[in-house]
């Protein structure tokens, strides 16, 4: 028994197939081909997607990976900056004094050189992306009248909302004490 030789009877096959087949079997592989070639781009095109979103998601970690650190210094600076508003005035010109400040200012100055950014409030429309309301007074409505803590973005994003009291229309009320309310005579 002699075995044969597949490839021979391929190539006899094909020589013995006519012309339309032939041609009919042409395109088919042709277009089985092109799936193929179409297949292998759309996986190219994938793998230079993710490329790409895997060297943004990285470099954005490298961006916001000290987030948890400035937040976490965020309170000192809070602190720090109400110790030297509170100071009283027999302390001020005191070389220590003048060494808090010192301080105070080079931490914000590491703060900024990493991309924290104060949030501007006082004065400006309420925004609620930017601050979070949590008062409301007679004063212009829809604005910021006053910060009771301070908010900061890194690299444009927000990672700590303002605290702030709000205007809710009306006129502001009086300050406390003054002479325009007169008490009732006895």
Known sequence: MTAEDPLENDTENRTSEDPTALASRLEEEKARA????ASWQRSAADFVNYRRRAEQERSESIRFGNASLILHLLPVIDDLERALQNLPKELLGLTWVDGIHLIHRKLAAVLEAQGTRPIEAVGHAFDPNLHEAVLRE?????????????GYTLH?????PSLVKVGEGGAPAPPYGSSSESPAPG
């Open 34 to 37: 092109e799936s193929h070639y």
């Open 138 to 150: 007679p004063g212009d409505e829809g604005k910021v009248l006053s910060e009771l803590q301070r």
């Open 156 to 160: 444009g994003r927000v990672i700590r």
